[in-house]
């Protein structure tokens, strides 16, 4: 047993630490089995996952080299991502239009070319 005052309250607030790292982390292996066994994981419960991971880091509860690990796996799972809607009728360019750009590109081209110089 300690004999300071200081090694005594150390050891308390140490046991307290000790005692929320390992909730985080029960926490934060539970969410990883809950992503690798659901059906559809979506974007945003793995980059929950991914935030919970790196504050495990961030404390020094697991080394970062096992939380690239853990999070190159989930980067694998097939996770569906949300497609951005596109409009139905977007307008698409032609090669005739496309033409007539570049022929008004050249003609204002031409134009400055033709416009007399200023001589001192």
């Known amino acids: 047993m300690a004999n300071h005052k200081s090694a005594i309250k ?9 005692m ?3 909730y985080v982390h029960k926490t ?4 990883i089995k809950k992503i690798k066994n659901s059906k559809n ?5 793995r980059n929950k996952v991914f935030s919970m991971i790196d504050k ?3 404390r020094n509860i697991i080394h970062k080299n096992k939380a690239s690990n853990i999070k190159s796996k989930l980067s694998q799972l097939n996770i ?3 497609k951005p809607k596109t409009k139905k009728n977007a307008k698409k360019t032609t090669e005739l239009e496309t033409k007539k750009d570049e022929k008004v ?3 204002k081209a031409k134009k ?3 416009a007399p110089s200023d001589k001192k």
């Open 112 to 114: 400055e070319e033709k």
């Open 10 to 18: 150390r050891i308390k607030s140490d046991a307290t630490k000790n």
């Open 41 to 45: 994981p979506s974007v945003e419960d």
């Open 28 to 31: 934060t292996r539970n969410a």
């Open 56 to 58: 495990l880091v961030k």
């Open 20 to 22: 929320q790292n390992k």
């Open 80 to 82: 569906e991502e949300a």
């Open 105 to 107: 590109v050249s003609d």
